[in-house]
């Protein structure tokens, strides 16, 4: 059992609890109680907290944010791929840090969290940026708000996990920012598809929109697909790797989700193909620059003036990205009356679940054809005996 005793401080009155920690074998305290009545309630939650196993020790709350996160960064770098953890990092180094670093994690209240959350989506939170001047930033998406809370909420599980804070007050937080929906995806037709990669300036950029187009890749498999990945005889592509561009470099690694996959090509795409591949050695980049590198991620926001977005100019189709093409590939295999095991397969989700959320709107037409074959049944088992047709 603990202790509770009375002693003077320059306010008054006050008390202090002392018990000891099982763990450590040394006698722990906590001073400050206004009253004896206090210290008793806290002593008694203290020895419940002791005898279920929730019991943490406050003095190892006291560890700085700063402090746990840099680790807690260290240890994701290790496990994550570069672009995930670049995106991970800025969030940490941009908006968390300013605002907890010197914050002890067992001081953090869930009130002082949707604070947090309400001024990150006003723009009114310190940032690396602001935090010097004392200026106000503009407002932050949901995206950018939802990334800064999880940064924080992973540091906190870790604390949770150590003993060194009884619960996470950075989950379940209240006045999280709605995500707006995004505006409806364009999917290309075939003969859109064909003007594009018309319009585009070289042979290389023709053949990339045509695979992005109609095998379904992600930016980072094209530019990393090697000639030994393409499979001729069997109209195959194995995705292998990823090079994705990291602050301006190129990372090699695996591919989204870390699933490799075998993707079918069209026939069609075969003399491209082996064009592209013709006087090079098994392990060489299928597409680069003029220099033999790496492509860079064509650009196409309002006033550039990359390869992809004067296609786009020439061929009268209006500003997409490249990663638009991957969803006119899922758009024109499920037209096609592809089975959509398959085409998850080809897109590399990790469930069908995930393809037919991500694709519901390009569903809506099965949704009218269920309904006419239910008709034609109905009518064929003479439902018009008993009701009006």
């Known amino acids: 059992m603990g202790s509770i005793t009375a002693y003077q401080a320059a306010a008054g009155r006050r008390y202090r609890v002392r018990w000891r920690d099982d763990s450590t074998h040394r006698q722990v305290e906590k001073r400050g109680f206004r009253t004896k009545r206090e210290a008793e309630i806290f002593l008694a939650r203290t020895e419940v907290a002791r005898t279920d196993?929730?019991?943490?020790?406050?003095?190892?709350?006291?560890?700085?944010?700063?402090?746990?996160?840099?680790?807690?960064?260290?240890?994701?770098?290790?496990?994550?791929?570069?672009?995930?953890?670049?995106?991970?990092?800025?969030?940490?180094?941009?908006?968390?840090?300013?605002?907890?670093?010197?914050?002890?994690?067992?001081?953090?209240?869930?009130?002082?969290?949707?604070?947090?959350?309400?001024?990150?989506?006003?723009?009114?939170?310190?940032?690396?940026?602001?935090?010097?001047?004392?200026?106000?930033?503009?407002?932050?998406?949901?995206?950018?708000?939802?990334?800064?809370?999880?940064?924080?909420?992973?540091?906190?599980?870790?604390?949770?996990?150590d003993g060194r804070i009884p619960r996470n007050v950075a989950r379940g937080a209240q006045n999280l920012p709605t995500k707006r929906s995004e505006k409806p995806r364009r999917y290309l037709t075939h003969a859109e598809v064909v003007r594009l990669a018309e319009a585009a300036s070289t042979s290389t950029y023709r053949t990339l929109i045509l695979v992005l187009a109609y095998c379904g890749l992600r930016w980072s498999e094209a530019i990393g697909m090697h000639v030994r990945d393409i499979n001729f005889d069997r109209q195959r592509i194995q995705v292998n790797r990823a090079a994705v561009e990291v602050e301006g470099r190129i990372v090699l690694g695996a591919p989204k989700n870390w699933e490799r996959r075998i993707v079918p090509f069209p026939e069609f795409l075969e003399p491209p193909l082996q064009e592209m591949c013709t006087g090079k050695g098994p392990d060489d980049l299928v597409f680069t620059d003029a220099e033999g590198n790496h492509l860079r991620r064509a650009k196409t926001s309002v006033g550039t003036t990359s390869w992809f977005a004067a296609a786009l100019e020439r061929s009268g189709i209006e500003r997409l990205t490249p990663h638009d093409l991957r969803h006119t590939a899922a758009s024109l295999a499920i037209s096609s009356g592809a089975n959509v095991k398959a085409v998850r397969r080809m897109l590399g989700h990790k469930s069908t679940a995930m393809t037919l959320d991500t694709y519901a709107d390009l569903f809506e037409d099965d949704l009218a054809d269920v309904a006419a074959r239910l008709n034609q049944g109905a009518l064929a088992a003479d439902v018009s005996r008993i009701i009006q047709v």
């Open 53 to 161: 196993g929730s019991y943490t020790d406050p003095s190892a709350a006291r560890a700085a944010v700063g402090n746990h996160g840099t680790v807690w960064m260290r240890n994701k770098r290790h496990s994550l791929k570069a672009s995930s953890y670049s995106s991970l990092e800025t969030s940490w180094r941009v908006y968390v840090r300013p605002r907890w670093e010197d914050t002890r994690i067992g001081d953090i209240r869930a009130s002082q969290v949707e604070q947090w959350i309400r001024e990150l989506s006003e723009g009114t939170a310190p940032t690396n940026r602001t935090k010097s001047s004392g200026v106000a930033g503009k407002p932050r998406s949901a995206t950018v708000v939802y990334r800064a809370l999880g940064v924080l909420a992973g540091i906190l599980d870790t604390a949770v996990r």
